[in-house]
């Protein structure tokens, strides 16, 4: 069965047929199904893109400072430069959405962002790089944040966990396939045409995202009501499916009353420290891999690729159990010290390649399948512009922790020639997470989800 046919599942009793309460969560089911095949391909070849042009920066590091003279610390100041832009506009960019509709918004981001990516062919010194990551990251802010929301409006609370894990399969697959695939790019195309193999990469990164905003207009609907491909019926299941599934929700229905929400700033915080290990993980894995002695660009991305098929495994698997048994806060908890040992390992094993690549499967399984996990408790304080604005204002947040730690792992490197200190404490960052995640959050995120 097919990942997006196992978001709805099928439940017939021990002898084959359903009774009337059966029946009806089987006609759900099916309708999840059809919604799923209908919006998710799309939304995870654009969440695909939308990754790797966050990430292939970090492909590129090698020749981009070869070719450029930039230091360790350049290149993370770089790196961090595309949060800030993000982080000042996402906000405003989801209120924005909110009001003129996710369909025409989002296809606006992937457009503009696809464009200033393949303008990175462009950079020539220091400031145009750290100008244009601004730009990059700007252009992109309220993309994923955009369609986690757009994501509340068409499936209920039951089905979320297995759908959030869809989407950011779509970032496993996006680091299973960019890595070896950026490795070829780099080896294979550098010097194709006159152009180094760091532009070819920048390139195929961006201006496919052009072509998939328009296509997000013209496939993509706002609302339940404008889906020609559902039935009367089957629309007005859904609409009050999720309605039924959000009832419990008094608070959060604006972004101040999001704000004011209890444990919505310590999801805040959570997510922060939960993108600090993440950025660790995306952008100083193959330099990791190079540093323990791996020389080949086609090799190092192909070992690149590890953890993100662990942490796509985990993903998939945590998605259907967490909506099976409806705990979220548990299952990210286990993550993310899943997560914390990985990064403590990494950091032992540093000049190790095979067990290197053991402790990035682990940090792998840990970090990239505990971020949809997250993403499951939001909806769970907040909803209509609360969510909009809400989760934009916890995605932003989180993004503060990319950051820190492209700075914090590329300074600890020029400072003592290691990158194991910087792991090491992102271990611990990561540990301190688990436990605000176990003990430090509100009654209303220690519920589990109803059944569908």
Not at 89 to 95: D, G, H, R, T, Y
Not at 143 to 154: D, E, I, Q, R, S
Not at 193 to 217: A, E, K, R, S, T
Not at 305 to 325: E, F, K, Q
Request: aromatic share 10%; net charge positive; proline share 4%.
């Amino acid at each position: 069965m097919s990942n997006l046919s196992a978001v709805a599942g099928s439940t017939p009793d021990s002898t084959g047929h359903a009774n009337p309460a059966e029946a009806g969560e089987a006609d759900m089911r099916a309708i999840i199904r059809k919604v799923a095949w209908r919006l998710m391909p799309l939304i995870m070849l654009c969440y695909l893109f939308a990754f790797f042009d966050r990430i292939n920066i970090s492909f590129a590091k090698f020749q981009l400072q070869s070719d450029l003279g930039f230091s360790d610390t350049a290149y993370g100041l770089g790196a961090s430069l595309f949060v800030i832009g993000y982080v000042l506009f996402e906000v405003p960019s989801n209120l924005f959405l909110y009001k003129v509709g996710a369909r025409r918004w989002i296809a606006r981001i992937m457009i503009s962002w696809g464009l200033a990516t393949a303008a990175m062919v462009f950079v020539n010194n220091e400031w145009q790089f750290y100008g244009l990551r601004f730009v990059i990251g700007a252009m992109e802010a309220g993309f994923a944040p955009g369609v986690l929301y757009y994501l509340t409006l068409w499936f209920p609370a039951s089905f979320r966990g297995r759908v959030t894990s869809l989407l950011f399969l779509a970032s496993a697959f996006s680091g299973l396939v960019g890595a070896p695939l950026s490795g070829l790019v780099l080896g294979h195309m550098n010097g194709v045409m006159g152009m180094p193999g760091w532009h070819w990469l920048f390139l195929l990164g961006g201006l496919p995202c052009v072509l998939l905003g328009i296509l997000v207009l013209r496939v993509l609907k706002d609302r339940i009501e404008d889906a020609g491909w559902l039935t009367s019926t089957e629309k007005a299941t859904l609409a009050s499916q999720i309605t039924r599934q959000t009832q419990h929700t008094e608070h959060g229905h604006s972004l101040l009353g999001a704000i004011r929400t209890p444990g919505f700033l310590t999801l805040g915080l959570v997510y922060f420290l939960i993108q600090v290990a993440s950025y660790g993980l995306n952008f100083w894995a193959p330099h990791l891999i190079r540093a323990a002695g791996t020389q080949n660009p086609t090799v190092i991305g192909l070992l690149t690729a590890v953890p993100y098929i662990t942490g796509a495994i985990c993903m998939v698997v945590v998605g259907r159990l967490s909506d099976a048994t409806g705990e979220r806060r548990k299952f990210v908890c286990g993550l993310l010290v899943m997560a914390a040992i990985g990064f403590f390992a990494a950091g032992f094993f540093d000049k190790q390649t095979t067990l290197l690549i053991v402790a990035l499967a682990v940090m792998g399984a840990g970090v990239v399948a505990s971020i949809p996990a997250f993403w499951a408790l939001p909806p769970k304080l907040v909803t209509g512009a609360g969510a909009a604005g809400g989760i934009a204002l916890i995605n932003t947040l989180g993004q503060l922790g990319g950051i820190v730690s492209p700075v914090m792992v590329g300074r600890v490197r020029d400072l003592t020639g290691s990158t194991t200190p910087a792991l090491y404490a992102i271990g611990v960052t990561t540990l301190i997470c688990a436990a605000i995640v176990l003990y430090g959050l509100p009654a209303a995120l220690r519920q589990k989800d109803a059944a569908a």
